[in-house]
């Protein structure tokens, strides 16, 4: 019994790979390797190099293993990058995801967690948002998202295929021991940004926006550990191994945190200084978003273990400090 995990290579992919292996679970991995790093993949987990939109490809390795279930990663996921090149994500992540639901399909395998995004909400109609609230994305990638979630429900309806979709809102933090996390390039992201600045690799951070209607004016999030996160997706699978039908759940902490808050913590958390200073609002950035994630918790029996920001920030920046230019493959 093996779970296939394209995008396995990738920041949220490794550490839910590794997870799997240390749960005892048979891994296949598939990455291209355009964003995700060869050495961040657990060495028990089978590795195959290519894309999902290569069907060839992918049917080769449906051959080859013997996959009861898919956790799905692979796609792009930059926000402000999707504003600049839509195509470049329905491409790869609508497509790949036709591809991967067709094989799928030809193979009989009838399960797959989808990693999916607070992106789809768009700026939210009520604080914290629930599964069913409005879904009217702001950017390509959320855009992108929405139809893949609505591809697996039509796979349901046609093949019986059964999805979970996990709709993450902000993700951070490294496995506590240091040896994997995040390495993005470039990095967009606001916590390794910052712990960039605070390791001196990069000058100073530039917060987007001071306008927003929140309580100090800056974007508000939610944060996730990516060890909760991971942990989720094995909930969802075995949830699914075990007869579940199709749920989406979103994965937050219910808790927002501003920008600048983050900034204070992550001063704290390190003690440097950090320069930092107002910029412009960067385009389809949503003003606040926080998780209603009463759903998660009750059905799949999830429960967040590093629940606060310190503990994400503090594990992020031991990664940091152990990997100050990331990943060397
Ligand atoms: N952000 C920022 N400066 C940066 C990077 C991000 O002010 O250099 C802000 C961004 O505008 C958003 C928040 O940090 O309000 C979180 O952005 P990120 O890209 O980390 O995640 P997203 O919310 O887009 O998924």
Known sequence: MAILVPGGAGYIGSHTVDRLIENNFDVVVVDNLATGHRSSVNKKARFYNGDIREKEFLNDVFEKESIDGVIHFAANSIVPESMEKPMKYFDNNVYGMINLLEVMNQHNVKNIVFSSTAAVYGEPEQIPIKEIDAKEPTNPYGESKLMME????????????????????????????????????????????????????????????????TKDGTNVRDYVHVLDLADAHILAMQRLLNGGDSQVFNLGSS??????????????????????????????????????????????????????VKDIIASAWKWEQTHPNGYEN
Do not use: C
């Open 255 to 308: 808790t927002g945190f501003s920008n600048r808050q983050i900034l204070e913590t992550a001063r704290t958390v390190t003690g440097k200084e950090i320069p930092a200073e107002d910029a412009p609002r960067r385009a389809g950035d949503p003003s606040t978003l926080v998780a209603d994630s009463t759903k998660a918790r009750d059905v799949l029996g999830w429960t967040p273990k590093h629940d606060n």
């Open 150 to 213: 609505k591809m697996m429900h039509w796979a349901d309806v046609a093949h019986d295929i059964k999805f979970t979709a996990l709709r993450y809102f902000n993700v951070g933090g490294a496995k506590m021991d240091g040896s994997i996390g995040e390495d993005h390039h470039p990095e967009t992201h606001l916590i390794p940004i910052i712990l960039q600045v605070a390791q001196g690799v990069r000058s100073k951070l530039q917060i987007f926006g001071n306008d927003y209607p």
